[in-house]
């Protein structure tokens, strides 16, 4: 993946137009409720200010539908970003048209300007060539820090580098490339995949794409129950896709074929409602009550995974366990989370459960790298080509 980074390249003086993701939650009054994201594009756009570039940021925000949706505008976090960098961002009441790039020619160097949501126009979301066209119009040079947003064929993630003569990545963007291909392209053996989240169809390809790689696959959370129900046991309530089934059941025989060890709970802590203050119990494989949900794993099987990690050298981790967000069915994510960390190998995590699920335990900081896009981090693990990176300058 030799992509052109913005610190590879002449920015001073230069109007650069940088897609970042600043898709974040925001509270009823209309705050930055968490600024993750905000802080991830922030070497980026420090670079740029430093070396004397005029910073033109764009994002989408939430699902505004291709209409102006005033709870959606960006403006609170033009005031967090202020905050954040120490200078005034001056906040554009649109992302084209007249009066944008009005701001735009008045713009110094070290300026930054942040554009109104993208997603405010039908035409972000449809790839429309000349809304694209009228986007690379502000700008010299296309810099795209929106890793979470890659995998979208959009006009300001992909359409816009048709119509530049500089598309290069920023140094967020950089350093997911150099973990999410790189480091999976000759990662340190034992490499170890620790899987869970609710559906085995989200993580299917990613399961298919790294058994090649691989020595240990982890299942847990509630897609294991598709793969318990395909080796014949009895899951009462708990979450199965069944027309998944087939599919786990030929993911099975491909791991034991390959020499792939697949080890899927032994234990589980079972409820007798989906509800935080329900009766529970711990069960084996083989006494699943029926009518009772799984909403974690057990004991047994929080020590054999441990057991597992503790001897990897590379460990990818995407999806809780259980039902993390109730304290009672937290245990197995949190335990896993504290053996990845003491495990002392490279560790790469995907999925917003997951990065919450150590945030939650004050271990985010001890991780190698938690990427910033979850449906993006998938389908690179899965071995597909993002139309964001695609276009970007080799």
């Known amino acids: 993946m030799a992509i052109k980074c913005i610190d590879e390249i002449e920015i001073a003086g230069k109007r650069l137009f940088i897609r970042v993701d ?53 403006a609170p976090i033009a005031r967090r970003l202020s905050d954040l960098l120490g200078q005034e961002v001056t906040m554009a009441p649109d992302c084209i048209g007249a009066e944008v790039s009005s701001l735009v020619e008045k713009m110094k160097e070290g300026d930054v300007l942040l554009l109104e949501n993208l997603r405010f126009h039908p035409e972000e979301t449809q790839n ?96 294991a129950y598709t793969f318990l129900r395909a080796k014949g046991y009895e899951v009462g309530r708990s979450l199965v896709e069944d027309d998944k089934v087939p599919l786990a059941k030929g993911i099975l025989k491909e791991a034991q074929e390959r020499g792939v060890d697949l080890r899927l709970p032994v234990d589980h802590v079972v409820a007798e409602e989906f509800t935080p203050d329900a009766a529970y119990k711990v069960v084996t494989n083989k006494e699943i009550p029926p009518g009772w949900t799984a909403m974690d794993i057990g004991p047994q099987t929080i020590a054999d995974f441990s057991e597992v990690i503790k001897g990897a050298r590379t460990i990818v981790w995407n999806g809780p366990m259980g039902v993390f967000e109730v304290e009672t069915f937290a245990k197995g994510t949190e335990e896993l989370a504290k053996a990845i960390v003491a495990s002392g190998a490279v560790s790469i995590v995907g999925g917003g459960d997951s990065s919450a699920a150590l945030k939650a335990v004050g271990l985010a900081d001890k991780i190698t790298h938690i990427s910033t896009g979850g449906g993006a981090s998938l389908e690179l693990l899965e071995g597909k080509t993002l139309p964001g990176i695609a276009v970007l300058d080799r």
């Open 22 to 74: 600043f898709n974040v939650p925001l509270t009823d009054n209309g705050e930055v409720r968490d600024d993750a994201r905000i802080t991830a594009a922030l070497p980026t756009i420090r670079y740029a200010v430093e070396k004397g570039a005029k910073v033109i940021l764009a994002s989408h925000l939430g699902r505004p539908k291709g209409e102006v949706v005033p709870e959606m505008s960006l």
């Open 128 to 223: 429309d060539p000349g809304f694209a066209k009228q986007l690379a119009g502000l700008a010299d040079i296309y810099v795209n820090d929106a890793f979470g947003t890659a995998h979208r064929a959009h006009a300001s993630v992909e359409g816009i580098a048709h119509h530049v003569k500089v598309a290069v990545c920023g140094l967020l963007m950089k350093r997911e490339l150099e973990y999410l291909v790189n480091a999976l392209a000759s990662p340190e053996h034992p490499f170890v995949a620790l899987f869970g989240g609710a559906k085995v169809s989200d993580k299917i390809g990613v399961v298919k794409n790294l058994m090649g790689k691989v020595d240990t696959i982890l299942i847990g959370g509630g897609m």
